[in-house]
């Protein structure tokens, strides 16, 4: 739940009601106060308003995720793709994009303006297997590419990772199906 919850707001709202408890202790005239608001309610709400120009919103599920596919989660998921769906379903702050460093060593992102957007990710099943699907929004890498990188994306969040690229031409976007691998995949426990 908290992970949903972005800090600079939090930052924002009690920097901006200590800094208005300050000003207001400053106008009648109470010290102990007027130092709370402006030695602690300033730097706050500056902090606050630093965090927010820097933020990075959660990636949203495209598909809500079935108790059945919980379940098979629980069971399957290797702790990449557990970290993988937690850190981008949470608020990031000072990163340009969502698994930007990912996509800069796979050879992904050949400038910050060519880089694919994660744009959504859903949860399913493959075939008996768990899979995580990130959807992304990819108008500047060919689907050439990607499928030249498919090897290269399964040893980088392996082991125990097999992994389908699909096109949607339409929507300029690439899906990108991480799928356990029963027979290699190492055990994890439930998250």
């Known amino acids: 739940m ?5 800090l600079s707001l939090v930052l924002i709202n009690v920097g901006g009601l200590l800094a208005l408890i300050g000003f207001f202790a400053y106008a009648i005239d109470d010290p102990t106060f007027n130092l ?6 300033v730097p706050l709400l500056l902090g606050g308003l630093a965090l927010k120009s820097a933020e990075l919103e959660p990636v949203p599920f495209s598909e809500l995720t079935s108790a059945s596919v919980i379940k098979l989660r629980d069971k399957q998921a290797t702790s990449t793709l557990n970290q993988i769906r937690k850190d981008v379903t949470r608020f990031r702050y000072g990163q340009e994009a969502h698994l930007d460093l990912a996509l800069e060593k796979l050879g992904l992102a050949p ?13 399913s099943e493959i075939d008996g297997d768990y899979a995580l699907i ?3 929004y990819s108008p500047f890498i060919t689907i050439e590419t990607w499928q030249e990188k498919r090897e290269k994306i399964t040893k980088f969040f392996g082991p125990g990772i097999k992994v389908t690229i ?3 031409i339409e929507k300029e976007e690439i899906n990108v199906a991480l799928i356990v691998d029963t027979a290699t995949a ?5 998250v």
Do not use: V, W
């Open 2 to 6: 908290f992970r949903q919850i972005p």
């Open 134 to 136: 990130l959807e992304f």
């Open 111 to 123: 400038s910050d303006d060519d880089r694919p957007i994660l744009k959504g990710l859903q949860e």
């Open 186 to 190: 190492p055990i994890t426990s439930p």
């Open 36 to 41: 709370i608001g402006f030695f602690y309610g």
């Open 166 to 168: 699909e096109p949607d």
